[in-house]
């Protein structure tokens, strides 16, 4: 009997090009062969596009705002998604991570750049994900402030 396949919902907190859009379709499209893979998106752009040409399905939530909460909760309980991947440290990724933390349902959150100056109500919401990515050792640097770094995997 084989197991079944982790779900995996990942958050874009845009779908316009741009370097992390472009990273977040070249995660998913690598990972669907070995996951069940979608995407929650704020609105319908480009990145909509690439994933469905890929098979990939995909969520639209209207602005991913903090009264959507409810809503990204519902979604995860009813697609029964295993763990939730925000792209970005986007105060949507932080809302959805909220409605993950009520699933409850593990959070990774992936950091793409250096946050010297995060604000710290958002850096106050980092010590909650489950774990943290960073695309770099002075990224990971720059969050040891907020959260761990040995649950900082770069």
Same mark, same amino acid.
């Given at each position: #009997?084989?197991?079944?396949?982790?779900? &995996? $919902?990942?958050?874009? +907190?845009? !779908?316009?090009?741009?370097?992390?859009?472009?990273? =977040?379709? $070249? =995660?998913?499209?690598?990972?669907?062969? @070995?996951? %069940?893979?979608a995407v929650l998106v704020p609105e319908?752009? &480009?990145?909509?596009?690439? $994933?469905?040409?890929?098979?990939?399905?995909?969520?639209? $939530?209207?602005?991913?705002?903090?009264?959507?909460?409810? @809503?990204?909760? @519902?979604? &995860?309980r009813r697609e029964r998604f295993d *763990?939730?991947?925000?792209?970005?440290?986007?105060?949507?990724?932080?809302?959805? #991570?909220?409605?993950?933390? #009520?699933?409850?349902?593990?959070?990774?959150? +992936?950091?793409?750049?250096?946050?010297?100056?995060? %604000?710290?109500? *958002?850096?106050?919401?980092?010590?909650? /994900? %489950?774990?943290?990515? /960073?695309?770099?050792?002075? !990224?990971?640097?720059? *969050?040891?402030?907020?959260?761990?770094? @040995?649950? &900082? +995997?770069?």
């Open positions: #009997m084989t197991k079944p396949r982790a779900r &995996i $919902l990942f958050v874009a +907190h845009t !779908t316009r090009i741009g370097g992390a859009t472009n990273s =977040l379709f $070249l =995660l998913v499209r690598h990972l669907k062969n @070995q996951y %069940d893979v319908e752009g &480009i990145l909509c596009e690439w $994933l469905a040409t890929e098979g990939v399905p995909y969520f639209v $939530l209207p602005g991913l705002r903090a009264n959507t909460l409810l @809503q990204v909760f @519902q979604l &995860i *763990l939730v991947y925000g792209n970005n440290p986007s105060r949507r990724a932080r809302n959805v #991570m909220l409605a993950a933390k #009520m699933a409850p349902v593990p959070f990774i959150w +992936h950091f793409r750049g250096v946050m010297w100056g995060l %604000d710290w109500r *958002l850096g106050l919401f980092v010590r909650f /994900a %489950d774990a943290v990515v /960073a695309v770099s050792q002075a !990224t990971a640097e720059s *969050l040891n402030r907020f959260y761990p770094s @040995q649950k &900082i +995997h770069v």
